[in-house]
């Protein structure tokens, strides 16, 4: 059974950073994706950031140059350091493991609030 474990979240106000971590244990295919997701009320789930098992990164345009994902392949983790947060940063952040076509696995979410 494969848990994916996420910390971090809480309340901060805009301007100000949080450092999300997600910790993957169980057993899980070891090439696959680590990424951020997060929903807001009433929107749809979307991609925050995603990093490969190599390291090759992605970002969603509204997050680049403020957000940085990252991941230790030795712990099972990946990390989110979200820096110059603003208020449309409030979301609820999940956090998902995947390899096309072959597993999914998604965290329990960490709320994420910027507000002054």
């Known amino acids: 059974q494969v848990q994916l474990v996420e910390s971090g979240g809480g309340m901060v106000q805009p301007g100000g950073s949080l450092r999300l971590s997600c910790a993957a244990s169980?057993?899980?295919?070891?090439?696959?994706?680590m990424g951020w997701y997060r929903q807001a009320p009433g929107e749809e789930r979307e991609l925050v950031a995603a990093?490969?098992?190599?390291?090759?990164?992605n970002y969603a345009d509204s997050v680049k140059g403020r957000f940085t994902i990252s991941r230790d392949n030795a712990k099972n983790t990946v990390y989110l350091q979200m820096n110059s947060l603003k208020p449309e940063d409030t979301a609820v952040y999940y956090c998902?493991?995947?390899?096309?076509?072959?597993?999914?696995?998604w965290g329990q979410g960490t709320q994420v609030t910027v507000s002054s």
């Open positions: 998902k493991l995947f390899t096309w076509g072959i597993q999914e696995y």
């Open positions: 169980g057993s899980f295919f070891s090439i696959n994706t």
């Open positions: 990093i490969t098992s190599g390291g090759s990164a």
